[in-house]
């Protein structure tokens, strides 16, 4: 349909206004919002991936897109929510206690947003509690930390404890990253998943919820 | 014995003017400091960074802490000792809990001081202890940088450690990154601009009238330097990573000495901070030693630099390496010996009239290989730096380090010297269309930009 080939193309040139003036033209046409994210954004956010990996497009093209398909997310949500729908899989992520960087972390934020899912970003410098507290106030899916210094690795671990105290460890996958955090590291805390960069962070978090 | 008086300098004429006086080893206005230590006066000396394993810090772990500090300076002290530096210098780069409780940074500076102490006692080795707190200033959103509960313990930390026993202060300060940051993911020039040229400056200035000042009233410390690391190094890494383009990273790094000069214009008088890759631009203007890092800091970082880094120095550095067990020993002592060695040869070379020809070597290995190298060989510095000194205003001088730097890229690239692939290529032409548009004066930027990175910062921080 060529009203949604025009969102997809304005996502793909990270043109938000372009996004916000199809997507508004397309729900005027009789598209299903769910069809417009299904069809259109997420087609588009994974050529965008593609791109990225195939080092086509830089960070800037990347968010330049993820800003795009949010600009046509505002206008899609409210659907959304008036219809009863809601966006499949929800993440949280955030950048563990103690480590205030959180550059590679909005990176995979933003990603994982241009991949569809719905991600609740709690900042930088999140204690254990405030990760326990958003996994039972929001119900995601998927936990995701990230960290960039050896001695707030340990805040991980801390976090995964904190929830298994809390009884909602079995309910999330806990995905981890971050410079000094490796594989095998992630597999002493007990997380489910460790990936070293942004993009394979969404590939990850689709395996993981495939698999589960 | 500190230099160091509260006077704001102005920099209307580089010191280095001609491309042989700027060398390793050799600045114009050498630093005495620490026990015995001066820097700049023709020896290249190490300077050790170093850090903990993964490990959380608390009080429960406090006493291993402190371990692994005093285990970590006696190996780095015995490796230099056993391989004859001629002086060296220990950096401590205090964690973020360590700024947060100033009392745990003042203890870990008097431990790497009783060591250097007595090192130098028993075997007159020259030394100096720098000590960088950590900006923690950047706690809430948006940062409140001369307020606030995080700029005390800042303040508290540094003057802590200036009574513990620290010979430099120094930090990698964060005002304007809060910009920075999102300027540089999307890719936003004007943003970057605003960020470089004119939020940093401004708290680099106010920051740093505040370190001097307690410099001033620690007669036995040198106000040392800053670092753009928040800001070039950020570029640098993610453009490693293949997440920005090397030529947005290249033209950030040279657009980044503005700031990290306003340091020495509040009476910072160095060495610049290792990470502080914008260190020759600075040499060259200010004439001040710096510190560098490039292929023995591998420990931390990768890079594009690593044998230019090291053709201006001073001091060479291997940014930060945690205490952990290798084959020969524990990592900061064979990065010691690393250091070592890399330092023995600039001398040698020194000493037997060798020294330009080593930085041309060191020069050609890496200049051509990467855009962000192209900005870093001495003649580029000296370009640089005359751009920068050619205008009046902190904006105006980031402009036109961000031209020089362009240009020489552009034309690396136009004498087949530099390759570029077609991304970059594009980048390059994006990077000149949004220089040729940033308007002339500051407060026009300012207000244009407003509505987009106005959430992002404090006013009252940067005094607008």
Not at chain 1, 133 to 155: E, H, I
Not at chain 2, 315 to 340: D, I, K, Y
Request: charged share 20%; hydrophobic share 45%; net charge negative.
């Amino acid at each position: 349909m060529e009203i949604s080939k025009d969102l997809y193309e304005a996502i793909l040139n990270g043109d938000a206004k372009k996004a916000h003036a199809a997507t508004e033209a397309a729900l005027a046409a009789g598209a299903a919002p769910m069809q417009l994210i299904q069809e259109s954004m997420v087609p588009a956010m994974d050529e965008v991936g593609r791109l990225f990996e195939a080092e086509e497009y830089f960070v800037p093209e990347l968010l330049l897109a993820g800003r795009a398909m949010k600009s046509a997310m505002e206008l899609i949500k409210p659907l959304l929510s008036a219809s009863g729908q809601q966006m499949r899989f929800r993440i949280v992520i955030g950048t563990v206690k103690g480590d205030l960087h959180d550059i590679g972390k909005n990176i995979v934020a933003s990603m994982l947003e241009g991949g569809g899912f719905e991600v609740i970003d709690l900042g930088s410098d999140v204690s254990p509690e405030s990760f326990v507290a958003a996994v039972k106030d929001r119900n995601p899916q998927v936990v995701c930390m990230s960290a960039l210094l050896t001695v707030t690795m340990p805040a991980m671990k801390l976090t995964l404890d904190a929830l298994e105290t809390a009884g909602v460890r079995a309910q999330v996958k806990v995905l981890v990253g971050g410079a000094p955090v490796t594989q095998q590291y992630a597999r002493e805390i007990g997380a489910d998943g460790y990936s070293e960069n942004a993009s394979g962070a969404v590939g990850l978090v689709r395996n993981l919820l495939a698999a589960a | 014995m500190s230099m160091t008086t509260p006077v704001t300098r102005s920099f209307a004429a580089p010191a280095i003017s001609h491309l042989d006086q700027l060398r390793f080893g050799i600045s114009p206005r050498p630093l005495t400091c620490g026990l015995g230590l001066i820097i700049g006066a023709g020896t290249v000396f190490p300077e050790v960074n170093f850090t903990l394993p993964p490990l959380t810090i608390d009080d429960a772990t406090w006493i291993d802490v402190k371990a692994h500090y005093e285990e970590m300076a006696q190996h780095i002290l015995r490796r230099a000792t056993a391989l004859a530096v001629p002086g060296i210098v220990l950096e401590f780069e205090l964690l973020p809990a360590m700024t947060e409780r100033p009392e745990w940074g003042a203890e870990i500076t008097a431990i790497l001081k009783r060591h250097l102490t007595a090192v130098h006692q028993k075997h007159q080795l020259p030394c100096a202890l720098r000590v960088t707190p950590t900006d923690i200033r950047d706690q809430h959103k948006p940062p409140l940088l001369r307020t606030g509960e995080p700029w005390l313990r800042l303040r508290r930390s540094l003057e802590l450690c200036a009574e513990a026993g620290a010979d430099i202060l120094s930090i990698e300060s964060i005002g304007g990154k809060e910009v920075h940051d999102q300027a540089l993911m999307f890719g936003d020039f004007p943003g970057i601009a605003f960020a470089l040229g004119i939020l940093a400056p401004r708290d680099m200035a106010w920051l740093w009238s505040e370190i001097v000042s307690i410099c001033v009233a620690h007669p036995s410390v040198v106000a040392g330097a800053d670092s753009a690391c928040g800001f070039a190094n950020t570029a640098m890494q993610l453009a490693h990573q293949k997440m920005l383009p090397e030529v947005l990273a290249a033209v950030v790094r040279a657009m980044s000495a503005v700031r990290s000069l306003v340091a020495f214009a509040q009476g910072a008088v160095g060495p610049s901070k290792d990470c502080a890759y914008e260190g020759p631009i600075i040499k060259a203007i200010t004439g001040c030693p710096i510190s560098m890092e490039g292929k023995s800091a591998s420990c931390a970082h990768f890079s594009p630099v690593g044998n230019i880094a090291s053709a201006m120095c001073d001091l060479w550095s291997n940014e930060s390496v945690q205490n952990v067990r290798l084959l020969s020993g524990n990592a900061p002592e064979a990065f010691t010996e690393l250091l070592a060695y890399d330092c023995r040869l600039m001398n040698a070379a020194s000493a037997h009239g060798g020294a330009l020809a080593l930085r041309d070597w060191m020069t050609a290995s890496d200049e051509w290989l990467s855009p962000q190298a192209a900005v870093l060989s001495p003649a580029a510095t000296l370009r640089i730096a005359g751009a920068i000194v050619s205008e009046e205003t902190p904006y105006r001088q980031t402009i036109a380090a961000g031209r020089a730097a362009l240009d020489i890229v552009k034309e690396g690239v136009a004498a087949q010297k530099l390759h570029l692939s077609r991304k970059e290529h594009q980048w390059l032409d994006r990077i000149a269309s949004a220089l040729d548009e940033l308007p002339a004066e500051e407060a026009s930027l300012i207000a244009t930009l407003e509505e987009q990175y106005g959430g992002l910062y404090d006013k009252a921080s940067y005094g607008l």
